[in-house]
């Protein structure tokens, strides 16, 4: 009797074990569906984030609590409409789990409101417009980089309090561009700066800066202090050189204006100028020499500040998917109260979210390129700062 | 004073690159009536040629001159053994060709970024010209001014050989009657193929001289397409000088608004278009009686 009942234990354990390891199969893939803008003038931003993001889930074997992670990647094309169409895909037809990636604070802001209408969790990988997390915020859209205001309001007290008195700001006209540099404008004047002169370049439209330089450099300012990323960024930083202007009146900005991936087309005009950024890729911390060794490993090259947004992007959702057991709560928005609650060391700080999904930048470093002995740019430590808070503006609660 | 001297400049030379493309679709488009919405990727293959070609030999000038051969051949080879046999069998309507150039355009873009990636590349400005000209009290890029001088030679060298040789003679006449200078004894297939490899030559010029101004990327044809439209048909279908003055008058309108209306400048050059459209239908340059 004895012997039967620890037989029929034994073939129970069997039993379930086999059942459990059929039901592990069965569990259909988690579906992220990733939004980028693989073509046109942020393709190589685009890349960048999509390689980091592939890093985060490789660090996790590409499964999470035994459940396997598959990414189904969508071009938004950097259109809103197009993004629009895209969001409705991945959802209706792919039927994705989660959204995640996004460049551009256009499209961002017309996806997320689908998002909210769809409960559909939305993690948003770039898309800097202070109003993502704040007019437009939802209790289903989170953003995993940081806010325009977050990034540049402290920049602009720094200049102001380093010798800048007068500045042009130049950017493209579009909602980024106008968070970024209004962000920049307020810190500077709030520092005790003045900015004599604002110029707008028509988004994706212009060629030519030699109209905007001619007038900046009539201006009299100290410096131009600029928001561009990709195609246009190295229009912009070739034209600033072409006319002469390097010295006579230079070209600050952030990292995406003296974007790494850049060299290739910039080369030495790269190496000199100051600018800021949020990722420091020789900073010797756990996170980050991880995410250094497993992306040379992947890819045979240093991560950039894109590679390390896309990485907190993945890492973030990873992070919150291993809290909830590899499932997709039926209350969505569950999943973004575990996201929010999260605090976790990244390759560029210490992240933590505010009320509003969106998570706040610790520090803010100031560097510039110098070659190393390969003739390759390595970004050196000049100064930092702590990141400001996010603009206020969130009117719903959750 | 000197934003507005500095403005002509810039206006200038944006004209002369705008023309560079434009003159070479009046040839294909306003001049044989080939709607070719493909003009962009010859622009793009111009310019990554010019990129290849600057980065194996280190020299500027051997990829603006050996930058434009890859889009004459692949213009000529298009022409001769694509379009033409198309013609002929009667599936040349605007619709089949503009279906067929524009998926060239995209299905350009698409293997030039399997080959190149999407990482935007550029050509080092030639030492010769990398620095600046002191002129009316301002200081210019010379690289700039060279592109001007490109963009005038190039009027001046078509201009004669459309009016002054047997070519331009033989090309004008074989549009009128085509019929009549093939029995001449003219193989009009060839003159024509030439002629659209031209067209194709001077948008990868375009591409080259471009290149160390803007970045090259494999979508920089397909945004240029529509404002050299805008140009031609401005300037009057298959008008040679038309596109010429159309050029000028469509880069100075966007230098002009660039500086001084940054508003409309997204609007202006559209604006232009209505209006000629509303009252020279023709164009401004264009004679009566053709329609595109």
Sequence with gaps: MAYMSRLSAALAVVVVASASSICAEEIAPLKIGLMLPYKGVYAVPSEGIDRGFQVAIAEYGGKVAGRRIEIIRADDELTPN???????????????????????????????????????????????????????????????????????????????????????????????????????????????????????????????????????????????????????????????????????????????????????????????????????????????????????????????????????????????????????????????????????????????????????????????????????????????????DDLPGCTKSF | MQLFLTQILNGLQLSMLVFLLAVGLTLIFGLMNILNLAHGAFFTLGAYCGVAIAAATGSYWSALVMGPVLPFVVGFALQLLVLQPLAERGRSTHLDLALLTFGLLFATAGAVEWLYGSAFHAIPTPALLSGHVSLLGLSYPAYRLFIIGIGLAVAVGLNFIFDRTLIGATLRAGVDDRAMVTALGVNINVLFAVVFGLGAALAGLAGVVAAPLMSVYSQMGIAIVVETFVVVVVGGLGNLKGSFYASLIVGMTDAMSQAYLPEVEMFAVYALLIGVMIVRPQGLFGRVGRVA
Excluded at chain 1, 118 to 145: G, H, W
Excluded at chain 1, 239 to 247: I, M
Excluded at chain 1, 346 to 364: D, H, M, Q, T, Y
Aim: glycine share 10%; aromatic share 12%.
């Design chain 1, 82 to 388: 197009v993004g629009v169409q895209q969001f409705n895909r991945l959802v209706q037809l792919e039927k994705v789990d989660l959204v995640a990636g996004v460049v551009s604070s256009s499209v961002g802001i017309a996806v997320s409101g689908l998002a909210d209408k769809a409960q559909m969790p939305l993690v948003l990988a770039n898309t800097f417009a202070d109003e993502i997390t704040a007019k437009f915020c939802s209790p289903y859209v989170a953003r995993t980089s940081f806010s325009a205001n977050g990034f540049l309001y402290n920049s602009g007290k720094y200049w102001a309090s380093h010798g800048i008195r007068t500045a042009v700001i130049m950017g493209p006209d579009y909602s980024a561009g106008h968070s970024f540099l209004g962000a920049f404008k307020r810190g500077f004047e709030d520092g005790g700066g003045k900015v004599v002169q604002e110029i707008w370049t028509p988004f994706q439209k212009t060629k030519d800066w030699a109209a905007a330089l001619t007038q900046a450099s009539n201006s009299g300012a100290q410096i131009i202090y600029s928001f561009y990323a990709g195609a246009e960024a190295v229009q912009v930083v070739k034209q600033h050189a072409d006319f002469g202007l390097r010295d006579k009146l230079p070209l600050v900005g952030d990292h995406w204006v003296y974007d790494k991936l850049n060299w290739g087309a910039l080369g030495e005009l790269m190496v000199g100028p100051k600018f800021v950024t949020t990722y420091l890729p020789t900073v010797k911390t756990e996170a980050n020499e991880k995410l250094v060794a497993r992306y040379r490993q992947m890819f045979k090259q240093d991560p950039e500040v894109n590679a390390e947004l896309g990485y907190d992007n993945g890492k973030a959702i990873m992070l919150t998917l291993e809290k909830l057991g590899g499932r997709m709560p039926a209350d969505k928005s569950q999943f973004m109260t575990t996201m929010r609650g999260l605090v976790f060391d990244a390759p560029r700080g210490k992240i933590r979210f505010n009320a509003s999904n969106s998570a706040l930048l610790e520090k803010v470093y100031v560097v510039q390129f110098a070659k190393d002995a390969a003739g390759e740019p390595v970004p050196q430590y000049v100064d930092e700062f702590a990141g400001a």
